[in-house]
C-alpha cells in the first residue's frame, strides 16, 4: 500500500484544534510553544506534527498578551556593525529564537546618555527585559534601571536584585598573549591599547604588563600607543611605534582588527610578518583565520557571551537565579607568530 501525506488545513487553524489533534490540553499546547511546559517527548511529538499538519502559527502578540508579557528583549549593543558584537548578537538571537522570543536590537555608540535614550525607548516598547553589552552606563543606573524589569549586562561584575552580569577575563587574556610571545623568545614586545575609556582595554594593557613582568621583562611605556579598537587606529598605531625608532620583534594588539591595520602598516614599512615582527591579536574573530599570515590570537567566546546573556534573561524572566559560566581565556596560536629573528 502506497502512504500518502496528510495535506495541511488551508483554513485559519487555532491553539485548540491543535490540542485536539494531539490529544492534549489548550494548555499544554500553550506551555509547550512558551518552552515551559514539562512533558514527555511523545507529547511534544504529537504538538509539532499537529501544528505541521494543520499549518498553524502561532500569535505571539496573542501569547505574549495572555501571559502578560510582549515575549520581546531589548539589546543594548555599542555598534551593530562590530564584528565581535555581531557574533555576539547573533548568539543572543538563537538563544532566545529557541523559546520563541525576539530580540529588539539598538545601539548605544559608547555613549551614556544614548544607551540611556536607547533604554528608554525599548521600555516603551514594552520588552520584558533588557541585555546591555558592555556600554558607558553607571553601575548605579543599571541597577536602578532593574528595579523596573530584568536587567542583564555583559563586562560588569555587579550584584543587585533582577540584575545579573557576565564578565569576561581580559586580564588573564592578556597576560596568556604576553606569555605567548616571550615564550618564543622575544623581549621587545610593543603593544596597541585600546581605547583608556573601555575597562576592557585597561584590562588588557595591565595584562599585558603582567606577563612581561612575569618573564623578568622591565616595562617599556615607549613601547606603547593607544588605537581605538578599529583596523584603521592600529595601522596609525603602528606607524607611530615604529617612527619611535624603538626596537621591537614583537607586537600584540588589545584587539585583531587593529593588529590587522598594524600588518599593513608592517607590510607598507617592508617588514614581514612574522620573520621580521611577530603579531599577536585579541578576540579571535573570524577574519582572523584568513588573514595573512592567519593571526595568532586570544579567543575571547563571543557567541557564548551573548548566548549566556540570552540565557540569563531567560532564567530571570522565569523568576530563576541564572548561572553561568563564560569559558576563559585561551590562546590560539597561528602563523603570525614565531622565535625572533637572530639577524642582527
Given at each position: 500500500?502506497?502512504?500518502?501525506?496528510?495535506?495541511?488545513?488551508?483554513?485559519?487553524?487555532?491553539?485548540?484544534?491543535?490540542?485536539?489533534?494531539?490529544?492534549?490540553?489548550?494548555?499544554?499546547?500553550?506551555?509547550?510553544?512558551?518552552?515551559?511546559?514539562?512533558?514527555?517527548?511523545?507529547?511534544?511529538?504529537?504538538?509539532?506534527?499537529?501544528?505541521?499538519?494543520?499549518?498553524?502559527?502561532?500569535?505571539?502578540?496573542?501569547?505574549?498578551?495572555?501571559?502578560?508579557?510582549?515575549?520581546?528583549?531589548?539589546?543594548?549593543?555599542?555598534?551593530?556593525?562590530?564584528?565581535?558584537?555581531?557574533?555576539?548578537?547573533?548568539?543572543?538571537?538563537?538563544?532566545?529564537?529557541?523559546?520563541?522570543?525576539?530580540?529588539?536590537?539598538?545601539?548605544?555608540?559608547?555613549?551614556?546618555?544614548?544607551?540611556?535614550?536607547?533604554?528608554?525607548?525599548?521600555?516603551?516598547?514594552?520588552?520584558?527585559?533588557?541585555?546591555?553589552?558592555?556600554?558607558?552606563?553607571?553601575?548605579?543606573?543599571?541597577?536602578?534601571?532593574?528595579?523596573?524589569?530584568?536587567m542583564v549586562a555583559t563586562g560588569r561584575r555587579l550584584k543587585a536584585p533582577n540584575l545579573y552580569t557576565l564578565d569576561f577575563n581580559n586580564f588573564e587574556g592578556a597576560r596568556l598573549a604576553t606569555g605567548h610571545l616571550t615564550s618564543l623568545g622575544h623581549q621587545r614586545i610593543a603593544f596597541i591599547?585600546?581605547?583608556?575609556?573601555?575597562?576592557?582595554?585597561?584590562?588588557?594593557?595591565?595584562?599585558?604588563?603582567?606577563?612581561?613582568?612575569?618573564?623578568?621583562?622591565?616595562?617599556?611605556?615607549?613601547?606603547?600607543?593607544?588605537?581605538?579598537?578599529?583596523?584603521?587606529?592600529?595601522?596609525?598605531?603602528?606607524?607611530?611605534?615604529?617612527?619611535?625608532?624603538?626596537?621591537?620583534?614583537?607586537?600584540?594588539?588589545?584587539?585583531?582588527?587593529?593588529?590587522?591595520?598594524?600588518?599593513?602598516?608592517?607590510?607598507?614599512?617592508?617588514?614581514?610578518?612574522?620573520?621580521?615582527?611577530?603579531?599577536?591579536?585579541?578576540?579571535?574573530?573570524?577574519?582572523?583565520?584568513?588573514?595573512?599570515?592567519?593571526?595568532?590570537?586570544?579567543?575571547?567566546?563571543?557567541?557564548?557571551?551573548?548566548?549566556?546573556?540570552?540565557?540569563?534573561?531567560?532564567?530571570?524572566?522565569?523568576?530563576?537565579?541564572?548561572?553561568?559560566?563564560?569559558?576563559?581565556?585561551?590562546?590560539?596560536?597561528?602563523?603570525?607568530?614565531?622565535?625572533?629573528?637572530?639577524?642582527?
Amino acid at each position: 500500500m502506497v502512504k500518502t501525506s496528510i495535506p495541511k488545513t488551508t483554513g485559519t487553524s487555532t491553539l485548540g484544534m491543535v490540542a485536539k489533534a494531539a490529544g492534549v490540553s489548550a494548555s499544554t499546547v500553550s506551555r509547550i510553544l512558551n518552552g515551559t511546559a514539562v512533558v514527555s517527548e511523545a507529547k511534544k511529538q504529537a504538538v509539532d506534527e499537529a501544528i505541521a499538519r494543520l499549518g498553524f502559527v502561532p500569535n505571539p502578540v496573542a501569547r505574549g498578551l495572555a501571559g502578560g508579557r510582549t515575549l520581546s528583549v531589548g539589546v543594548v549593543t555599542q555598534s551593530i556593525d562590530s564584528p565581535f558584537y555581531g557574533v555576539a548578537l547573533r548568539g543572543i538571537e538563537d538563544e532566545l529564537d529557541r523559546v520563541g522570543y525576539s530580540p529588539l536590537f539598538v545601539s548605544g555608540h559608547w555613549n551614556a546618555t544614548e544607551e540611556a535614550r536607547c533604554i528608554d525607548m525599548l521600555r516603551s516598547r514594552r520588552v520584558d527585559g533588557i541585555i546591555v553589552l558592555t556600554g558607558r552606563l553607571s553601575d548605579a543606573a543599571l541597577k536602578q534601571y532593574a528595579k523596573a524589569l530584568p536587567m542583564v549586562a555583559t563586562g560588569r561584575r555587579l550584584k543587585a536584585p533582577n540584575l545579573y552580569t557576565l564578565d569576561f577575563n581580559n586580564f588573564e587574556g592578556a597576560r596568556l598573549a604576553t606569555g605567548h610571545l616571550t615564550s618564543l623568545g622575544h623581549q621587545r614586545i610593543a603593544f596597541i591599547a585600546g581605547n583608556s575609556e573601555h575597562p576592557d582595554a585597561n584590562e588588557r594593557l595591565c595584562g599585558y604588563r603582567a606577563g612581561l613582568e612575569a618573564a623578568g621583562i622591565a616595562f617599556n611605556p615607549e613601547l606603547v600607543a593607544s588605537g581605538l579598537f578599529h583596523e584603521e587606529s592600529g595601522m596609525l598605531a603602528a606607524e607611530r611605534l615604529l617612527d619611535t625608532r624603538q626596537r621591537f620583534t614583537a607586537l600584540f594588539a588589545a584587539n585583531d582588527q587593529m593588529a590587522l591595520g598594524a600588518c599593513l602598516a608592517l607590510q607598507r614599512r617592508s617588514l614581514r610578518v612574522p620573520q621580521d615582527v611577530s603579531v599577536m591579536g585579541f578576540d579571535d574573530l573570524s577574519i582572523s583565520r584568513y588573514s595573512i599570515p592567519p593571526l595568532s590570537t586570544v579567543h575571547h567566546p563571543a557567541y557564548e557571551l551573548g548566548q549566556g546573556a540570552a540565557a540569563a534573561m531567560l532564567c530571570l524572566l522565569r523568576g530563576e537565579k541564572p548561572s553561568f559560566n563564560l569559558p576563559g581565556p585561551r590562546v590560539i596560536a597561528r602563523e603570525s607568530t614565531a622565535a625572533p629573528s637572530t639577524r642582527p
